[in-house]
């Protein structure tokens, strides 16, 4: 399995943003597969993010989080971004970067095989 490390949570203030960061922690794979970030808030299940295609760029939205996060891939830089703006208190959770079983951006959490430790953000109101 791939090492992912995410970067860039911390502490902002309702309506602000964060900017979020995922690369593998060796380039030891071919990023030809889906990424996607998922979210974990205390005492909930985790919930989806966001998706992207590796290849294409396409990429899919939680309802709850559609037009105000966006997200991205820089294939020179082997990492993908979770752009966040607009934040609500209820966006308080462990960010978690997954990769996908293959080059599909899917919302399922079981379509992803290697996840990172998480980055912790908390918006306050």
């Known amino acids: 399995q791939v090492q992912l490390v995410e970067s860039g949570g911390g502490l902002v203030q309702a309506g602000g943003s964060l900017r979020l960061s995922c690369a593998p922690s060796?380039?030891?794979?071919?990023?030809?597969?889906?990424m996607g970030w998922f979210r974990q808030a205390p005492g909930k299940g985790r919930e989806f993010v966001a998706a992207?295609?590796?290849?294409?760029?396409?990429?899919l939205y939680g309802d709850s989080v559609k037009g105000r996060f966006g997200i991205s891939r820089d294939a020179a830089k082997n990492t993908v971004y979770l752009q966040m703006n607009s934040l609500k208190p209820e966006d308080t959770a462990i960010y978690y970067c997954?990769?996908?079983?293959?080059?599909?951006?899917?919302?399922?959490?079981?379509?992803?095989?290697?996840w990172g430790q998480g980055t912790q953000v908390t918006v306050s109101s």
């Open positions: 060796r380039p030891t794979f071919s990023m030809s597969y889906a």
């Open positions: 997954a990769k996908g079983k293959c080059n599909y951006g899917s919302s399922g959490a079981g379509d992803y095989d290697s």
């Open positions: 992207i295609t590796w290849t294409g760029g396409n990429t």
